[in-house]
Structure formats: C-alpha cells, structure tokens
C-alpha cells in the first residue's frame, strides 16, 4: 500500500523499523483503531516504542490514520465507483467527515458525563441519553462504511456436521455467499432441467427392458 504520496513520514516512523510501520498502515487500513493498534505494538517483548505512553502513540496514530490513510481508502473508493456514479459517492464521503466529527463530538461529551457520574450516588438519566446518541452516530457511521466500501463486511461462516449410520462424522464450514451458490432453488432448477431433456440414442424405457 502505498503512503499518501509526497507527504513526509511523521517523526515516530523513524523511531522503529520500515516493517513495523508497513503493518501499523496496514492495521489502520484494515480499520483497526488507533488506539487498539497502539496497544497491540506496545503489547510485544519488547514493547514496540519502549518507554512511551499509550495514549500518545494513540495520538501519533490519529494523525496518520487522518493524514495517510484516510486520503488513500477514499482515493481507492472513487476509483472503484466511476462506473457507479462519483457524484453519488463523494456526497456519502462527504457525510461520513461530518459523522465522524459528530461522532467524536458525542464521545467527548459521553466522556465528561461517565467523569461527572463517577460522582454521584446514582447513574444519571443525561449519561443514559449521551450513550445512545454516540451509539447512534457510530451505528450510521459504520453503515455508511459499508456502503461505500472504507470498510470490508466479515464474510459470515456456516459451521456444520454429518454423521453416517457408522457412526463417522465430518464436519464441513462455508460462507453464506457459498452457501447461495448452492441453493435449493438452483439445485432443483438443474435437476428440472436434466429430467426435461429428451431421451437421444434410441434407449429402450424402464418398462420396456423389464419384459425384454
């Protein structure tokens, strides 16, 4: 993947090795959060930048996802969508830059509400009503994800197990986008076609070899 052109590398690339900084742009790139990245690097032996806090290496890598990565997913993106309608895409691009800073918006005011609840005897109803609003937010922001393809959907798999009158058993697993190759809809579509098509050769029928 390529690193947003011309744009110098921030100062913490320097501090680790060429590799190292491939797989942090490919985690972002993947959608992993800055900070689950963070805390991902400074979990190995040794930590990844030793000596330094997570939560600035989380702020290194908000810039970099803001500066490096997500310029190159939206670049990708309309790319993919000329043929769709670029007009159509650059609006939702457009819409999820407003839902991401309403989203971070929500989460600094939920925040302050969880510090000023942590004083109270009770849980306080404006807490309650702050989570759902950030929740909302995340929700359509990750839909439109989807949508325009920043982030890729997790192909579900289907795990399963037969068993024979023996007593054998084998376990099979498939993806629901396998799964609809073989539908029963098509199964029977081909077993209607084979049994409509005419007999060619000149073969006898069923009833026929019985009494020959």
């Known amino acids: 993947m390529s690193k947003a052109g011309s744009r110098r590398p ?21 959608g992993l959060g800055p900070r689950a990245v963070a805390q991902k690097v400074q979990a190995t032996d040794p930590p990844m930048f030793p000596g330094t806090a997570i939560l ?7 810039r970099y996802r803001t500066a490096f990565i997500l310029p190159e997913r939206m670049r990708e993106v309309l790319m ?20 991401e ?12 509400g969880l510090a000023a609840e942590k004083e109270a005897p009770l849980p306080l109803p404006a807490v309650t009503r702050l989570a759902a609003a950030y929740g909302e937010a995340l929700e359509r922001l990750a839909r439109l994800y989807l949508e325009t393809g920043l982030i890729q959907r ?7 197990m037969v068993q024979d009158l023996m007593g054998n058993r084998a376990v099979f697993e498939f993806t629901e986008e396998e799964a609809a190759r073989f539908s029963k809809d098509r199964l029977l579509e081909g077993v209607a076609h084979s049994s409509s098509s005419p007999v060619t050769g000149g073969g006898a029928s069923s009833d026929e070899a019985e009494g020959s």
Do not use: Y
């Not at 600035?56 to 908000?62: D, H």
């Not at 993919?80 to 839902?99: M, P, W, Y």
């Not at 997790?154 to 399963?160: A, D, H, K, L, S």
């Open 101 to 112: 800073d309403l989203a971070l918006e929500h989460r600094a005011r939920f925040r302050r």
């Open 154 to 160: 997790m192909p579900r798999r289907v795990t399963g």
């Open 56 to 62: 600035r290496i989380e702020r290194w890598f908000q």
């Open 10 to 30: 921030p100062e913490w690339t320097a501090l680790t090795t060429p590799e190292n900084v491939d797989e942090i742009h490919r985690l972002l790139f993947a």
């Open 80 to 99: 993919a969508a000329k043929e769709r309608g670029v007009t159509s895409v650059r609006r939702k691009l457009d819409l999820i830059e407003e839902l």
